[in-house]
C-alpha cells in the first residue's frame, strides 16, 4: 500500500472518528447534555472495540470503557448511560454516517452486460432472536431457533462497494416485499432479490423506471408466449401455462417469454436445474435475451449470495445478536453498533490490500481486533494515529488479502461478472 493510499485511508478514517463531531451529534440526541463520566466519544470507542472483538454481555463494554480511558468508572453509572433513550438514535446516525462515509469502489465489471449499471444491488432480510420480553414490539415469525421475540433486518447491498446501501430494522412478522427499493432509485441499476421478494407488478415497474430485476420465483403460473428449449424455439408450445413446462421440464433449461394479461405485464422467464440440485431454480427478470443468455443469468444470480455473507459477518464478527437485554432502544442501539463495526471493517480490509486485489472480508473481521485498538487509543488519548494506522494498515495488507486468486477466478463472485477495480 502506498503513502497516498495511508493517507486517504486515514484521512476518511478520521474524518469519521471526529470527536467535535461526534460530541456534537450526542447533545444533538440528547445522550449528552453536559460532559459527565461517561463521555460520548469514549463511549464510542468502547462500543466499537468489542463490537468488533470477543465481547459478549455489557459487562465487557464497561471493562472496554475502564481499560482504553485508564479511569474507574462504576458499571451502574456506565449501564445508566447505555439505557439512555437517546443512544439509539445517536448510534443510528453514526452507522447510517459509516454507510455514507465508507462506501467506496471495489469492484468494476468483468462481463459485458453489466458494465451498462451503475451499480448491481442485492436486496434480503436476516432474522435474529431478541429478549423474549420484546415480544409485543418485536413478535416471531417462524420458531426454528426459538424464543418468542425477533428482528428482522432488511438490507440492500451494494455489490461495486461490497458494503450495506441502506438499512430497516423490523419486527420478524414485516412483509418483506413492503422493504423493497422504491422503483425510481433503481435507474440505472440491477436489483437481485430473493423468492420472499416477488412482485411481478414490481419488477415491471423497475424496468418502466429504466432499472432492471434479477429475481427468483416460487408460485407463479404467467401464459407462456414463447417458448425456447435448450436455446431451441419451440412454437408448438405456445400458449401453455408455467406450471405446466415446468412439470415435464426434467433437465432442461428453459428460457421463456411470459405474460400475466390481466396485469398487461410481459417479462422473462428462466428456469434449470442446477448440478447436484434437487429442485430447480426459476428466475423472473427483465433483462433482455440479447445481451444475457439463460446461462449467464444463472451465473449472474449467484452474486445474490454476497449478501448472506455479509449477515454472516455481522452475526460472527460484529456480535449482531449476542446481547440479552430487554430494553428496547440498548437492543437496537447494539443493532446499529454492529452494522457500523461491520461497515469500518469492510472499508478497512478493502483499503489495505493492493490495488487490483481482492480483499478476504472473513479474514480481516477476524484480524482486526487484533491490531485496531492502538489507534483507538490514540484517539482516546488525542495523540496522532499515523503510526499506529499505518501498523494497522500494513498488518491487514499482509493477512487480509485472498488465500486462492486462482481458484476465484474460477468461481464466486470474480466468476460472476465481478473483478477487483483499478486504480
Known amino acids: 500500500m502506498s503513502r497516498p493510499q495511508y493517507s486517504k485511508a486515514q484521512s476518511t478514517f478520521l474524518q469519521f472518528f471526529d470527536r467535535a463531531s461526534i460530541e456534537q451529534l450526542a447533545r444533538d440526541t440528547g445522550l449528552t447534555k453536559r460532559m459527565r463520566s461517561v463521555r460520548p466519544f469514549e463511549l464510542l470507542m468502547a462500543l466499537v472495540s468489542s463490537l468488533g472483538s470477543e465481547a459478549t454481555c455489557l459487562a465487557d463494554i464497561h471493562r472496554a470503557y475502564n481499560a482504553q480511558t485508564g479511569e474507574h468508572v462504576a458499571y451502574k453509572a456506565f449501564h445508566n448511560q447505555l439505557s439512555k433513550q437517546a443512544l439509539e438514535p445517536f448510534i443510528e446516525a453514526l452507522a447510517r454516517q459509516a454507510l455514507d462515509t465508507f462506501m467506496a469502489r471495489v469492484f468494476d465489471a468483468s462481463i459485458a452486460g453489466l458494465r451498462q449499471f451503475d451499480d448491481v444491488l442485492v436486496q434480503d432480510g436476516t432474522c435474529f432472536r431478541v429478549h423474549d420480553a420484546l415480544a409485543d414490539l418485536y413478535p416471531r415469525r417462524f420458531g426454528h431457533w426459538g424464543g418468542v421475540a425477533g428482528v428482522e433486518l432488511h438490507a440492500t447491498m451494494s455489490l461495486r462497494c461490497?458494503?450495506?446501501?441502506?438499512?430497516?430494522?423490523?419486527?420478524?412478522?414485516?412483509?418483506?416485499?413492503?422493504?423493497?427499493?422504491?422503483?425510481?432509485?433503481?435507474?440505472?441499476?440491477?436489483?437481485?432479490?430473493?423468492?420472499?421478494?416477488?412482485?411481478?407488478?414490481?419488477?415491471n415497474q423497475v424496468a418502466a423506471c429504466g432499472g432492471h430485476v434479477l429475481q427468483r420465483v416460487q408460485?407463479?403460473?404467467?401464459?407462456?408466449?414463447?417458448?425456447?428449449?435448450?436455446?431451441?424455439?419451440?412454437?408448438?408450445?405456445?400458449?401453455?401455462?408455467?406450471?405446466t413446462l415446468l412439470?415435464?421440464?426434467?433437465?432442461?433449461?428453459?428460457?421463456?417469454?411470459?405474460?400475466?394479461?390481466?396485469?398487461?405485464?410481459?417479462?422473462?422467464?428462466?428456469?434449470?436445474?442446477?448440478?447436484?440440485?434437487?429442485?430447480?431454480?426459476?428466475?423472473?427478470?427483465?433483462?433482455?435475451?440479447?445481451?444475457?443468455?439463460?446461462?449467464?443469468?444463472?451465473?449472474?444470480?449467484?452474486?445474490?449470495?454476497?449478501?448472506?455473507i455479509l449477515f454472516k459477518a455481522l452475526k460472527s464478527f460484529a456480535r449482531l445478536g449476542r446481547w440479552n437485554t430487554r430494553k428496547e432502544s440498548l437492543t437496537r442501539a447494539l443493532i446499529w453498533g454492529s452494522v457500523l463495526v461491520m461497515t469500518l471493517k469492510r472499508f478497512l480490509a478493502h483499503r489495505?490490500?493492493?490495488?487490483?486485489?481482492?480483499?478476504?472480508?472473513?479474514?480481516a473481521a477476524k484480524a482486526l481486533p487484533l491490531v485496531l485498538g492502538d489507534v483507538l487509543l490514540a484517539m482516546i488519548r488525542r495523540r496522532s494515529i499515523t503510526a499506529p494506522f499505518r501498523r494497522m494498515m500494513r498488518f491487514l495488507g499482509a493477512h487480509a488479502p485472498r488465500a486462492h486468486p486462482n481458484r476465484d477466478l474460477r468461481q464466486g463472485r470474480l466468476a460472476c461478472g465481478l473483478r477487483a477495480a483499478a486504480a
Open 162 to 203: 461490497d458494503q450495506l446501501s441502506s438499512l430497516d430494522i423490523t419486527a420478524d412478522t414485516v412483509s418483506e416485499r413492503s422493504r423493497l427499493p422504491q422503483p425510481e432509485s433503481l435507474r440505472g441499476k440491477l436489483l437481485l432479490a430473493d423468492r420472499g421478494y416477488f412482485d411481478v407488478a414490481y419488477v
Open 219 to 243: 408460485q407463479a403460473n404467467p401464459i407462456v408466449e414463447v417458448v425456447r428449449i435448450n436455446g431451441r424455439r419451440i412454437p408448438v408450445l405456445d400458449g401453455v401455462e408455467l406450471v
Open 247 to 308: 412439470s415435464a421440464a426434467r433437465d432442461a433449461v428453459l428460457d421463456l417469454d411470459v405474460s400475466w394479461p390481466r396485469k398487461q405485464v410481459r417479462l422473462r422467464i428462466v428456469s434449470f436445474s442446477p448440478p447436484g440440485a434437487e429442485t430447480r431454480t426459476t428466475l423472473i427478470t427483465s433483462l433482455p435475451r440479447s445481451q444475457f443468455s439463460a446461462a449467464q443469468l444463472g451465473q449472474l444470480y449467484r452474486l445474490r449470495w454476497q449478501i448472506e
Open 352 to 363: 489495505a490490500v493492493p490495488t487490483g486485489v481482492v480483499a478476504s472480508t472473513l479474514s
